[in-house]
């Protein structure tokens, strides 16, 4: 069509790419961010300092993605194309830390008396 048209399905594209990206790194580590806020849907079977332990926990699994969401969106922005690149890089870079972080919620649940029985999410399969 024209210009419009164009501009139109360019800003698609970035859509289409960020939302990919995100999806991936999302699915990634699902079940540790799943498992990290679990408990605190049902702050009844915690105590205040577990609680505070869980929040913490989920807060800072939050920070990571936005992160990883910011860079995410600066290099689609910017022209990069290789988003799935990028997010086997970013996942790759982070193994350690979020392995860390799975061995702090399951030391979390294991101090709570809490289990992680929920079954996997359906739409990430």
Do not use: C
């Not at 990634?28 to 205040?48: N, T, V, W």
């Not at 332990?53 to 910011?70: K, N, P, S």
């Amino acid at each position: 069509m024209g210009l419009a048209t164009e501009t139109i399905d360019l800003a698609y594209e970035d859509v289409v790419q960020a939302y990919t990206g995100l999806k991936r790194w999302h699915k990634s580590h699902l079940r540790l961010y799943d498992k990290a806020i679990d408990a605190i849907s049902a702050p009844k079977a915690l105590d205040d300092e577990e609680l505070v332990e869980f929040h913490a926990l989920a807060t800072e699994l939050r920070r990571h993605d936005l992160a990883f969401m910011e860079l995410l969106l600066d290099a689609v922005e910017s022209g990069e194309h290789d988003v799935d690149g990028l997010v086997d890089a970013q996942v790759a870079g982070n193994k350690i830390k979020y392995q860390a972080l799975a061995t702090r919620v399951d030391h979390a649940y294991a101090s709570a008396g809490l289990v992680y029985d929920a079954d996997a999410n359906p739409f990430f399969g």
